[in-house]
Each structure stands twice: as structure tokens, then as C-alpha cells.
């Protein structure tokens, strides 16, 4: 058996890649396969794993979250496809913690992770390989199979100035290698780009609250493409000239409008569309439009796997800035710059100028989402039971609620269960759906993959198509559901001093 390992080089990724080596061979794992100093982005541990047909991998990273001596760790395990474990893989392994009562480690097992090379070493008997690759070369050839290079290193020789931000995460050299040294920018076009255990103090999640210092830069004007990536490189975020901020719906949604002036899928054909349950329905009308398939599936990405697997799927994407298409299991931060860098050349216009063409092409999805942090367990617990008990009820299927001018007149309610269309799992309780006879939809989750307290995240969408509003701010659009969302849920009261408030997929509060 060969497993992969890599991390996003935070607090302590070096010394457990060390310890997960010895504990391989101490277990019958006849190679694993490692990034050089241990540090491999998400998407990259994805395409190495397919590349050489492993048995899956390790990665060590706790994704978006902060690093550092007192902040986030975490390990997660990917198989055979490339892709995050699936819930009947993880709920195995969970049962098996119950009844450990013992490991097994080499620990005088000491392989120098430092340099690229292949060591080989005899355990009871048996040999064991450490291969220690440059997952940047592996990750960068992949991608020029994908896209046309000399068209974007031409669309940037024409005097477009980009800037890309990698938050000290592991990105960094990636975007370096391709960014700059394949696509001939200035090599000051990539910043924060070396790997840092506690990315400099930064918070490593590319949203308008913790990449401020990159939106401030776009705002002076100077640069006509920026872009963010998170500590394991799987995120991203989008922003134009003068720091226009693309949504995720909405950069998903474009991107499937014009995903076949990339040559991988002129090449493959479009399969597919997917998005997670709480993304805008912005990409649903692509599919309409184009005549493709749109799937909805829970919040995580291993719910796109199958689909991915079984050819049914060539895009997919989260409201929480994942973006991804079937060329790995993982989203991947650095291929959705490559694919708006695509379309940019392709269209020859600005961000902006094809986000408002989009818009008038389809009507706006006009979207938002507000976060509930550090919550207490008890309030939190309490208003999704209240909200699971009012959807439950279907006497409230046809209520009008009123706010200001507006009125939305409840056409269905529930919360969301998923039967995977491939081997027909389920998977319920994935979230509070209010969704109303005008599209517009008010969703409760939740959800936290930090290390302390709850979050509960309330998403909001409502869509438009009168060209005349398509330049609204999405607060003024959306005020009357937000205050519908919050009565209706009881929120403010329930959670009163209990939980801050971050909002940060529009605007900063």
C-alpha cells in the first residue's frame, strides 16, 4: 500500500508528518509518498495521489483556520480518488477510535524530509520506501495540461496587472512558479508567499474581513486581477480592478457560463454543474440555459466525489469560496485564477465588465451570509431545534411575510436531505431551507470547523431581474429578508451576548 502526506506547513505539520512515517511502517505501509519540508497544498495532495495511483493520503491542515502554538490543527484523510473521505468511510473510522487501546510506531524511523530522493528502509523484514517528491513541479505540469499557457502569459504581456495574495499558506510557491515564473508577471505579483507556521499572524481566509490588506491594494486601482488563497491552498477569492468583489455563486456561475474556452474541457465536454445547498442559485440558471444538469448537495466537498467519479460533473462549487472542476477531487484555489484568467483573455473585457454582462444575461442572484461565532452550545442548539419544529410543520406552507414594501409568500420548507444520486447514501439534517414563491431562499446551518464554540450561519438570497437594481447594494435588496430571518429564528434573543457577529462575504459590517 502507498500513501501520500502532506500539510499546509502550520504549527507542528512537520514534527506529525515525521510521526505519521513512523507510525506507516510500524503498520505495514510499504511507501508513502511526501512533499519536500512536508508542505503540499490540498489540491496538489489530490493530484499526486491520482497521479500515482496511491491508496489515499494524509493532509495536515486545519484549511482556513488560524495556525500557530494556541491555534488550529487538524489531519484529514483522503482516498483512493483523490478526494476527502466519504461519510460511510469517516463514520468507520471514527467507530474504530472507540477501541484503541494501543499504536504501533518506529521510532527510531528518522527520514530526511528535506531533501527530494527516494530512501528505502527494512521494517520486520519488509521494505519500506519514502519517496520525497517537488509536488509543485507535479501540481504545475498538470496544470498546463489543462490550460492554454502561452494564451495567458500573452493576455498578461498586454500590460494587466494582477496580485495575488497567499496568505503565508502554502499557495505561495505554487503561485510563484506559475504565476510568475510560467506566466512571466513581476514577481512582486504574488505577496505573502512564503509558508509560515502561523502565516505571519494572519488569519489564512480569503474573505473581505481577513484579506483586507489585498482588497485595500485593489481599491488604490493599480491592478486589474486580484486573488486570495487560504492555508491549504483549496480557497480562493476573487476581486476586479478597484476591488470589485466576485461572489463565490457568482464566480462559479461564470465560470460555468464559459468553462469550454478552457482546453481541458473543449477537450472532455461538459458533464455537469454542481453547488453545495447554501450557494445562490446564479449557476442553476447557467444549467437551464445551456441545457446541463445541476446538482445540489450538502455543504463539503466530498459530496461532489461521486458524482465527479461517475462522469456526471465537470464544475462545482461552495458559497465559502470553493471552486473546483473534475481534474482533482479537491476544490483548488490556484486553478479558479487560471480559469478567470481564461475567461478574461477569452472575453477580452474586466472582472467587473463580465460579472454585469452575466448579470444581464441571467439576472442577479443578489446573496449574503452572516456568521454567528463562538456561540454558546445551548441557545444555538435551541433555535435550530424552534426552526426544525416551524419547517416540520407544513400548515406554514403558503404564509406571507411582510417586511417594509416586500412580501414573500412561503412555497416550501424543510431541512435539507441528500440522496447521492451514485450509490443513493443519504445524508440528513443538512440545513434549514425556507424557500419562498420568488426564488428568494433564507437558510440556517449550523456548523464550525474551528476549535471553540459554535457557529451559526445564516445565508440569505434574493434573486432579480430588473437590470435597473442589478447595481444595488445586496444589504438594501436583502434587508427586508434579513429581518424576516431574524425574527422568524429568534436569533438576537437566543444568542444575546453569546455569540459575535461577523459578516463576510459582501461587506464588512
Known sequence: STLVIGGDGRYYEKEATLLIIKMCAANGVSKVIVAQNGLMS???????????????????????????????????????????????????????????????????????????????????????????IDSVLDYVKYMKEIFDFPALKNYLSTGKQVLIDAMNGVMGPY??????????????????????????????????????????????????????????GDRNMILGKNAFFVTPSDSLAVLAHYLECIPYFKETGVKGY??????????????????????????????????????????????????????IREKDGLWAVLAWLSVLANQNCSVEECIKKHWHTYGRNFYTRYDYENCESEPANKMMANLNAYVADQSNIGKVF???????????????????????????????????????????????TGSSGATIRMYLEGYESDPAKYDMDPQVVLRPLIDIALKLSQLPELNRKRCSNRYHINYVL
Open 402 to 448: 411582510t417586511s417594509g414594501d416586500k412580501s414573500y409568500t412561503l412555497a416550501k420548507a424543510d431541512n435539507f436531505s441528500y440522496t447521492d444520486p451514485v450509490d443513493h447514501s443519504i445524508s440528513k439534517n443538512q440545513g434549514i431551507r425556507l424557500i419562498f414563491s420568488d426564488d428568494s431562499r433564507i437558510i440556517f446551518r449550523l456548523s464550525g
Open 42 to 132: 490540498t489540491p496538489a495532495v489530490s493530484c499526486v495521489i491520482r497521479k500515482y495511483k496511491t491508496n489515499g493520503g494524509i493532509i495536515l491542515t486545519a484549511s482556513h483556520n488560524p495556525g500557530g502554538p494556541d491555534a488550529d490543527f487538524g489531519i484529514k484523510f483522503n482516498t483512493e480518488n483523490g478526494g476527502p473521505a466519504p461519510e460511510n468511510v469517516t463514520d468507520k473510522i471514527f467507530e474504530r477510535t472507540k477501541s484503541i487501546s494501543q499504536y504501533k510506531i518506529c521510532p527510531d524511523l528518522n527520514a530526511d524530509i528535506s531533501k527530494v530522493g527516494l530512501s528505502t528502509y527494512t521494517v520486520d523484514g519488509k521494505e519500506f520506501t519514502v519517496q520525497v
Open 175 to 232: 503561485a510563484k512558479k506559475v504565476i510568475c515564473e510560467e506566466l512571466g508577471a513581476p514577481q512582486n505579483s504574488v505577496v505573502n508567499s512564503t509558508p509560515l507556521e502561523d502565516f505571519g499572524g494572519k488569519h489564512p481566509d480569503p474573505n473581505l474581513t481577513y484579506a483586507a490588506d489585498l482588497v485595500t491594494e485593489m481599491a488604490k486601482g493599480h491592478y486589474d486581477f486580484g486573488a486570495a488563497f487560504d492555508g491549504d
Open 274 to 327: 454542481a453547488r453545495s445547498m447554501p450557494t445562490s442559485g446564479a449557476v442553476d440558471r447557467v444549467a437551464k440555459a445551456k441545457n446541463q444538469t445541476c446538482f445540489e448537495v450538502p455543504t463539503g466537498w466530498k459530496f461532489f466525489g461521486n458524482l465527479m467519479d461517475a462522469g456526471r460533473l465537470s464544475l462545482c462549487g461552495e458559497e465559502s469560496f470553493g471552486t473546483g472542476s473534475d481534474h
